[in-house]
C-alpha cells in the first residue's frame, strides 16, 4: 500500500467545487500531518498551493486564490483540497506530499478535467 | 525574483554518469533547504533528494542511495546531483526547488535526463 493514494483523474463542471483526496496509508494517521498541495500544469513547473494541519494551522501560498483550501476527513485518514468555484485553468494534475520517514513523498496525483 | 536555473541533463547511456546543475538567483540561497524532484514520462513527481543549508544534512529516496549525491556551493549560490550508475528508470525531468520546510515554494524550468543505449 502506497503512503499517500490519491485518484486518478476527477471531472468537473465549470463553476462548480472539485474535492480532491489524498489518502494515508492505514498505518499513518492523517491527523498527525502537514499535507501540502501542489498544482502541475503540462510544459511548466509545478506550483505550490498550500499546506494544511489543522483548522488553525494553515498556510496559503503567496499569490495562490482563496478559492482553494485544505481540510481533513480524520474518519476517511485523507487529506482534502478543495477547490471551489472552478475555472477552465485549474485544469492540471494536482499532488500531495508528506514529510514521511526522512523523505518527502508526493501521491501519485489526480488529473482534474474541468468540463 | 527568485530564479533557479537547472542544467546538465542529456542522453547517456546505462551505467553512466552526469552531473546536474541548478543556479539559483533572487534569494538568499545559503539560507533555504534545497530539493531535487522528478517527473518520469507519463508518470506523477518523485521526490529525490534534499539538502540542509550548510549542506550538513542530506537526504533522499531509496531509490537513488548509493548512486546519486546531492550537494551545494552556497559561494556560488548552486545545487548539484550527481548522478551514477544510471539506470533506465531514472529518465526524468529533473527540477530544483527552494524547500522552505515542505512548501516547494519555487522551481526552476526542469532538465531532461534520458537513460538509453
Redesign the interface.
Known amino acids: 500500500q502506497a503512503v499517500l493514494t490519491q485518484p486518478s483523474s476527477l471531472s468537473a463542471s465549470p463553476g462548480a467545487s472539485a474535492s480532491l483526496t489524498c489518502t494515508l496509508h492505514s498505518g499513518i494517521n492523517v491527523g498527525a500531518y ?1 499535507i ?1 498541495w ?1 498544482q ?1 500544469k503540462p510544459g511548466s ?4 498551493l498550500l ?1 494544511y494541519k489543522s483548522d488553525s494551522n494553515k ?1 496559503q ?2 499569490g495562490v486564490p482563496s478559492r482553494f483550501s485544505g481540510s481533513k476527513d480524520a474518519s476517511a485518514n485523507a487529506a482534502i483540497l478543495l477547490i471551489s468555484g472552478l475555472q477552465s485553468e485549474d485544469e492540471a ?1 494536482y ?1 500531495c ?1 508528506i ?1 514521511y520517514s ?8 489526480t488529473k482534474l478535467t474541468v468540463l | 525574483e527568485v530564479q533557479l536555473v537547472e542544467s546538465g541533463g542529456g542522453l547517456v547511456q546505462p551505467g553512466g554518469s552526469l552531473r546536474l546543475s541548478c543556479a539559483a538567483s533572487g534569494f538568499t540561497f545559503g539560507n533555504y533547504w534545497m ?1 531535487w ?1 522528478r517527473q518520469a514520462p507519463g508518470k ?4 529525490v533528494a ?1 539538502i540542509k543549508q550548510d549542506g550538513s544534512e542530506k ?4 531509490s537513488v542511495k548509493g548512486r546519486f549525491t546531492i550537494s551545494r556551493d552556497n559561494a556560488k549560490n548552486s545545487l548539484y546531483l550527481q548522478m551514477n550508475s544510471l539506470r533506465v528508470e531514472d529518465t526524468a525531468v529533473y ?1 530544483c ?1 527552494r524547500d522552505d520546510g ?4 519555487s ?4 532538465t531532461l535526463v534520458t537513460v538509453s543505449s
Open positions: 502537514r501540502y501542489y502541475h513547473p509545478p506550483q505550490y499546506n498556510q501560498g503567496s494534475d499532488y506530499m514529510w526522512t523523505a518527502w513523498v508526493f501521491g501519485g496525483g | 530539493s524532484v506523477g513527481l518523485e521526490w534534499n537526504n533522499c529516496v531509496d527540477y526547488a515542505g512548501a516547494l515554494n522551481w526552476g524550468q526542469g
